[in-house]
């Protein structure tokens, strides 16, 4: 055995002691700068997900919201052609929110989901990240890294599961064994191969609570989600929704939890880990009215820093205005009325008008037909006879 060779297998030992030492240091660090799980998986290509986006787009249950091709979402050397490894971080996030203000008949409040209380979480799982790149980058040379958190290409799900962060559930969520399905996910490709940790096994079985719980039927199957029907995605659209969404979104603003509260692995899961996180009553549970009255200015100073804001306040006070009708507001016509005759967008004036509908008290018949008399456009003119035509049903129903 020539001396090259016996060098070449010093350095590889060395090399691959180097890495486990350094894993372990990465795991500990983790821990001091608020990541509450990590693992490592490979950087190989993600084959059964490949089969099942492609399924997907087949079946039209995409989103739109996907960031990048089928290949890049499932190879993570086109993303980064060095890539050896990937690190896997889940941050767990509050279920139940301390003082949480009630509805009056006066002053009705929507909810956003636990996703978007407190500051979005792509900053904060995006600056536990950095800090983790910056300590590994000190340790090792050459090192290069591409941080992602939900908006990026690969599905934090897909690498969550395979990484052994916890096993992917029916309700379509990464379940640990620690937090349940209440975690925020991110990942960081590496140049360097960290030996991989192991998956979770699926602890579903026959359970199908959430598939019978969820509001539209969107979870099609176990782990399989129809987007375009998942009331999550559609309170993030800008379009005007069909009637039967509009009727189950309810008094949700951003996102939806059903398939998580009903999840037997939730049951009394709360944890209060990261003060980022810790909800603002008044804005995780925004009262409706205020919503609809305020500048692009004050609606950014009130609800910029969640992660509901991405879409900004368009879609935000359509649902708004769904939640008002949700809880037949009377005292919402006024406002209303300011936005059928003063507003400038035909989706939001459109739902203020199915609104008044569904409010259904003569003050909101009497603006519906002024609104008959003074409004020209075409589609509001149709939202209007469809709106009256409910109080001649309610009429007829009476009699």
């Known amino acids: 055995m020539n001396e090259k060779y016996m060098t070449n297998i010093v350095m590889e030992v060395i090399k691959v002691t180097t890495f486990k030492l350094l894993k372990k240091e990465i795991i500990t660090y983790s821990k001091q700068i608020g990541i509450d799980k990590i693992r490592f998986t490979t950087a190989d290509p993600f084959v059964e997900l490949k089969q099942r986006l492609i399924a997907q787009e087949h079946l039209k249950y995409k989103s739109g919201f996907e960031k990048g091709t089928i290949e890049e979402r499932t190879e993570p050397k086109k993303l980064m052609p060095e890539a050896q490894s990937i690190i896997s971080i889940a941050l767990a996030y509050p279920t139940?929110?301390?003082?949480?203000?009630?509805?009056?008949?006066?002053?009705?409040?929507?909810?956003?989901?636990?996703?978007?209380?407190?500051?979005?979480?792509?900053?904060?799982?995006r600056d536990r990240l950095t800090k983790l790149a910056q300590f590994i980058d000190e340790q090792i040379s050459d090192f290069k890294c591409k941080i992602m958190v939900d908006t990026g290409e690969l599905s934090d799900r897909a690498v969550a599961e395979r990484a052994g962060i916890g096993f992917s559930g029916k309700n379509a969520s990464i379940i640990t064994k620690e937090f349940g399905s209440f975690v925020y996910l991110g990942e960081m490709i590496t140049n360097i191969p960290f030996e991989p940790d192991q998956p979770v096994e699926d602890h579903c079985g026959d359970c199908r609570i959430c598939?019978?719980?969820?509001?539209?039927?969107?979870?099609?199957?176990?782990?399989?989600?129809?987007?375009?029907?998942?009331?999550?995605?559609?309170?993030?659209t800008k379009v005007s929704l069909p009637e039967h969404f509009k009727q189950k979104l309810g008094t949700r603003l951003y996102g939806c939890d059903t398939c998580q509260l009903v999840c037997p692995y939730n049951k009394q899961v709360d944890f209060h880990l990261h003060e980022e996180f810790e909800p603002d009553p008044e804005v995780a549970k925004p009262l409706l009215k205020p919503m609809l009255q305020k500048t692009n200015r004050e609606f950014r100073e009130k609800f910029g820093h969640i992660s509901g804001f991405w879409r900004g306040k368009n879609p935000l006070q359509r649902n708004a205005i769904i939640a008002l009708a949700h809880y037949k507001d009377e005292t919402a016509v006024e406002v209303l009325e300011d936005i059928i005759f003063n507003d400038v967008r035909p989706m939001i004036r459109e739902t203020a008008i199915w609104a008044l509908g569904k409010i259904g008290s003569e003050d909101a018949r009497t603006v519906l037909e002024?609104?008959?008399?003074?409004i020209d456009e075409e589609s509001l003119q149709e939202e209007i006879k469809t709106a009256l035509a409910l109080f001649d049903h309610a009429a007829t129903d009476v009699n």
């Open 211 to 236: 598939l019978d719980a969820c509001p539209t039927g969107a979870l099609v199957q176990g782990g399989q989600l129809n987007a375009n029907k998942c009331l999550s995605f559609l309170s993030q």
């Open 370 to 374: 002024k609104a008959a008399q003074h």
């Open 96 to 125: 139940k929110m301390e003082n949480a203000p009630r509805s009056t008949r006066e002053n009705r409040r929507g909810i956003f989901s636990r996703t978007s209380w407190g500051t979005d979480y792509h900053v904060v799982l």
